[in-house]
C-alpha cells in the first residue's frame, strides 16, 4: 500500500519508545538514497535526551513536539569526513566551497525524505521542522558540529498520538511543464489556487489576520521581506561560520 496518499504531519505523540535498534535499522536501510559521487555527504544527529531536546527548542521556536517527541533527528550536510578521509589518503579536498554545501544538502535532504518514508511506513508519526535554516549557528553550537557541518533538516519523530486532517496541495497539473518550462498567466494562477484559497480553513485564516487575500496572509505576515532577507543573512553567516564560504 502507498502510505504517502494517507500521510499527515504529526505533531503529538505517544509515551511509547523507539528502540535504538529499530531507530538504526530504518537510518540503515535510508542509506541507499541517491548520492552525489556514492560520498554520502550526510550526517544525522540523534538527541533522546530531555535536556538536549530543551536546548534545541528555542532554535525551533519553542515549538512544543520538539521536546514531547521521544526522538528528534537533525539532519546534516557534511563535507568534513569526506574532507578528512581525503586528507589522510593523500588526496587534495576542495569542499569548502558552496558548491559542496549545496552538494551536501542535497544529499543530506534525500536521505532525511527516504528516512521519513520508511519511518511512516512502519506507523510512525514525523513532522519536519523547516526552521533548521532560521537559527543554524543555535543548532550548530549546541550539537557541537565542527567546521564542514550544517543543520539543514530536522523532524520530530514518534508514534502517533493524533489523527489531523491533511494537509491540502496544489493540483498536480500546476506542478508539471512538458519539454520546457511553461509561465503561469493569470487564468493559470486563478485556477491552481481557487481550491486551496476556497478551503474554510484558509478563508478563515485571511479573516482573522485582517486581509484580503491568502497571498497576503504569507507575504505580509508568515514570510515577510524583511523576515527572508534577515534570515538569509543569517545563513550566509552560519555558512560562513561553518567554512562553506569564505
Not at 55 to 67: D, K, Y
Not at 198 to 210: G, K, T, Y
Not at 220 to 229: C, H, L, Q, V
Request: glycine share 4%; hydrophobic share 35%; net charge negative.
Amino acid at each position: 500500500m502507498n502510505n504517502l496518499k494517507q500521510r499527515r504531519t504529526i505533531r503529538k505523540y505517544s509515551s511509547e519508545d523507539i528502540s535504538e535498534t529499530f531507530l538504526t535499522q530504518l537510518l540503515t536501510e535510508a542509506e541507499r538514497t541517491p548520492t552525489m559521487g556514492n560520498l554520502q555527504l550526510y550526517s544525522v544527529v540523534i538527541s533522546r535526551n530531555s535536556e538536549m531536546k530543551r536546548r534545541l527548542a528555542p532554535a525551533h521556536f519553542n515549538q512544543p513536539m520538539v521536546e514531547s517527541a521521544p526522538v528528534v533527528l537533525t539532519f546534516c550536510a557534511d563535507s568534513r569526513r569526506t574532507t578528512l578521509w581525503a586528507h589522510q589518503r593523500k588526496g587534495n579536498p576542495g569542499y569548502n566551497n558552496f558548491l559542496s554545501f549545496v552538494n551536501a544538502a542535497a544529499d543530506a535532504l534525500l536521505y532525511c525524505q527516504t528516512f521519513c518514508n520508511l519511518a511512516e511506513e512502519k506507523g510512525l508519526g514525523t513532522c519536519f521542522l523547516g526552521t533548521t535554516f532560521y537559527n543554524p549557528l543555535s543548532i550548530v553550537e549546541t550539537l557541537a558540529l565542527p567546521r564542514l557541518v550544517m543543520p539543514v533538516g530536522t523532524i520530530t519523530l514518534g508514534w502517533p498520538a493524533e489523527s489531523p486532517d491533511q494537509s491540502e496541495r496544489l493540483p498536480i497539473e500546476s506542478i508539471i511543464h512538458s519539454e520546457t518550462y511553461c509561465d503561469y498567466t493569470p487564468e493559470l494562477i486563478d485556477r491552481f489556487y481557487a481550491e486551496k484559497e476556497s478551503l474554510p480553513a484558509n478563508r478563515q485564516f485571511v479573516e482573522i489576520n485582517n486581509k484580503e487575500t491568502l497571498a497576503q496572509v504569507f507575504t505580509d505576515i508568515r514570510y515577510t521581506r524583511a523576515d527572508n532577507e534577515h534570515i538569509s543573512a543569517t545563513l550566509i553567516s552560519a555558512l560562513k561560520h561553518q567554512g562553506f564560504l569564505d
